[in-house]
């Protein structure tokens, strides 16, 4: 009996110290809490704790001071494609890994101080991304509106209920309404009902291979020549890896030169990949290895 209750209490201590670790995993987030990003988080890690802020590159920022152990931020949206802060603040300006991926279901609402007829609404706060995603419904049917950009979709619905200006509407989700005490107006106003965004999770390393993995990678190149990224994907190709994704961004240094943001199926680890980088590197001028993560 005496050896049973040992264990027992062994065990409830080990379970104990296990979830107290696991809780004090921090997680930066675009904030305040309403956002997106937050629910992508908690969609992630319910029992982290999570620390908002104000921009994607202080997300950044947090993970890369070692402030929290990792941050999520948006990359892509099905409606308005790539997001550009957060593919320019992994080319240029961090040295962090992609260690995870979450997809998230948008699903925007018009809001207001009170239950005011759209026709009254004279000004929009949201968040660009949120803006381009809503771009028909308010030409439709806030065509003389002034939109105004926001620093998150959360942050909009917060400064549209501290002001003055009972006029003024926000696009967020639903549960931001709920947070901030806002009215809905109208729900669902996105442009295309199947509009989602991904969110990837920054860390100091990338995730251990799962059997089901992708890689996010980019490069660029010294000069250009007919063909050299027709060359460059067949390295993948000839491998029989597949291309999930490419996209291009500004090397920021000369006008018409890029830098291509690649994701491939498989892990960094793997040998068709490890070789097909290996061989993409005698190509290229600069190649920045961004992690690999389980494929959702």
Request: proline content about 3%; some cysteine.
């Amino acid at each position: 009996v005496t050896d049973t209750i040992i264990e027992s209490i062994a065990s409830a201590t080990a379970e104990t110290f296990v979830e107290e670790v696991w809780c004090f995993v921090k997680i930066a987030y675009l904030g305040p809490p309403g956002s997106y990003s937050e629910e992508a988080v908690k969609n992630w890690d319910s029992v982290a704790e999570l620390i908002p802020v104000d921009s994607i590159h202080a997300v950044a920022k947090y993970v890369s001071d070692k402030k929290v152990d990792h941050g999520m931020v948006p990359i892509e949206n099905s409606i308005e494609g790539g997001v550009t802060s957060t593919l320019d603040l992994l080319i240029h300006d961090f040295e962090l890994s992609i260690s995870g991926e979450s997809v998230l279901t948008i699903k925007h609402c018009l809001m207001a101080q009170s239950n005011l007829d759209v026709s009254e609404i004279t000004k929009v706060f949201s968040h660009p991304q949120s803006l381009g995603q809503c771009r028909k419904f308010l030409n439709s049917i806030l065509p003389s509106a002034e939109i105004i950009a926001s620093l998150s979709n959360s942050r909009a619905v917060e400064d549209m209920m501290n002001g003055h200006d009972s006029t003024i509407a926000a696009i967020a989700s639903e549960r931001a309404a709920n947070i901030y005490g806002a009215k809905i107006l109208k729900k669902n106003i996105q442009d295309n009902l199947n509009n989602e965004t991904r969110f990837v999770l920054l860390s100091h390393q990338d995730h251990i291979p799962t059997g089901n993995d992708k890689t996010s990678l980019c490069f660029e190149y010294g000069d250009d020549a007919p063909g050299i990224l027709s060359e460059s994907l067949r390295v993948f190709a000839s491998r029989d890896i597949n291309l999930v994704k490419i996209e291009s961004r500004p090397n920021k240094i000369d006008l018409g030169k890029y830098v291509f943001f690649v994701d491939i199926e498989g892990h960094r680890t793997e040998d068709k990949v490890t070789e097909a980088i290996s061989v993409l590197k005698t190509q290229v001028s600069k190649i920045k290895i961004l992690g690999s993560y389980p494929n959702k």
